[in-house]
């Protein structure tokens, strides 16, 4: 999966900062090599659209689901509906610019929330930290972090810190019940929980906080929303040929159309 916003009515990508992509057919791309039938959507809308099909969602169900990988994407759940935007761009709260002198972002801004939140942006932090390591994945940072790394515990702490600043955006704007966290990190839960749920609780204007909810398995979390995508496309093995789709907790919800 990526990260992309889509048309409504063509379905093809029309920007995808991380891979340098505009106004790419890539659903038709696709199709045609395989020879079968394609389904598009990004990353969080796929991993919302898991939640939603698979799991209980808790409470009122008003919820935002944030993927923290090489970037960070965020798909929305307000009032029963999944909000797609004009051409399908609502979610892109990542790009939204914190800090207009901060690092350049693959959006062409400066200071987005995802160079401060990201996976990449931990990975940076790291290096920075300590510039003599060789090169390192994610994953290795996570690993390094568990084995007692100063440098890399101070990164992720630092990554953990980002997100929950850039969540208040979300509360403040959409005010949420549940926000889901997917993404590797999740992996390390526990490193980064009590950072995020203090800076949260900190940043809050007034009422109740959202509760700040990980989705497991990381890179699967995308693979089940490219199954729950293909549930909801392909009328015929759907468990109910209705719309909108019904969960088997009897609540219904408005999809992608
Ligand atoms: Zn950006």
Not at 197 to 215: E, L, Q
């Given at each position: 999966?990526?990260?992309?916003?889509?048309t409504r009515?063509?379905?093809?990508?029309?920007?995808?900062?991380n891979?340098h992509?505009?106004d790419?057919?890539?659903?038709s791309?696709i199709?045609?090599?395989?020879k079968l039938?394609?389904?598009?959507?990004?990353?969080a809308?796929?991993c919302?659209l898991?939640?939603?099909?698979?799991?209980?969602v808790?409470g009122n169900?008003?919820a935002?689901?944030?993927t923290?990988?090489?970037g960070?994407?965020?798909?929305?759940?307000l009032?029963?509906?999944?909000?797609?935007?004009?051409?399908?761009?609502a979610?892109?709260?990542?790009h939204?610019?914190i800090?207009p002198?901060?690092?350049?972002?693959?959006?062409g801004q400066?200071?987005c929330?995802e160079?401060f939140?990201?996976?990449?942006a931990?990975?940076r932090y790291?290096?920075?930290?300590q510039p003599?390591?060789?090169?390192?994945t994610?994953?290795?940072?996570?690993s390094?972090a568990?084995a007692g790394?100063a440098?890399?515990d101070?990164a992720l702490?630092?990554?953990?810190?980002?997100i929950?600043g850039g969540?208040?955006?979300?509360v403040?704007?959409?005010s949420p019940?549940?926000?889901?966290?997917?993404g590797?990190m999740?992996?390390a839960w526990h490193?980064?929980?009590p950072?995020?749920d203090?800076t949260?609780?900190?940043?809050t204007?007034?009422g109740?906080?959202?509760a700040i909810?990980?989705i497991?398995?990381?890179?699967i979390a995308?693979?089940r929303?490219?199954?729950?995508?293909?549930?909801q496309?392909?009328?015929?093995?759907?468990?109910?040929?209705a719309?909108?789709w019904?969960?088997?907790?009897g609540?219904?919800?408005r999809t992608?159309q």
């Amino acid at each position: 999966m990526f990260r992309a916003a889509w048309t409504r009515t063509q379905i093809k990508v029309i920007f995808a900062p991380n891979l340098h992509w505009r106004d790419f057919d890539l659903k038709s791309a696709i199709e045609k090599k395989m020879k079968l039938p394609v389904h598009v959507a990004n990353a969080a809308i796929a991993c919302l659209l898991a939640q939603l099909t698979f799991h209980q969602v808790e409470g009122n169900g008003d919820a935002v689901l944030i993927t923290a990988s090489e970037g960070l994407g965020a798909a929305i759940f307000l009032n029963g509906s999944i909000i797609t935007g004009h051409d399908g761009m609502a979610g892109e709260i990542g790009h939204i610019s914190i800090d207009p002198q901060g690092p350049e972002c693959a959006c062409g801004q400066r200071g987005c929330w995802e160079v401060f939140a990201s996976c990449q942006a931990a990975l940076r932090y790291f290096r920075k930290l300590q510039p003599d390591h060789r090169s390192v994945t994610f994953s290795e940072l996570l690993s390094l972090a568990e084995a007692g790394n100063a440098h890399a515990d101070a990164a992720l702490t630092r990554q953990a810190r980002e997100i929950g600043g850039g969540l208040r955006l979300i509360v403040a704007a959409l005010s949420p019940e549940i926000v889901y966290i997917a993404g590797e990190m999740t992996s390390a839960w526990h490193r980064y929980r009590p950072t995020i749920d203090k800076t949260v609780r900190s940043t809050t204007m007034a009422g109740t906080p959202p509760a700040i909810v990980p989705i497991p398995d990381g890179d699967i979390a995308r693979l089940r929303g490219a199954a729950a995508l293909v549930f909801q496309r392909r009328p015929l093995i759907r468990p109910r040929a209705a719309a909108p789709w019904r969960r088997d907790s009897g609540r219904t919800f408005r999809t992608l159309q």
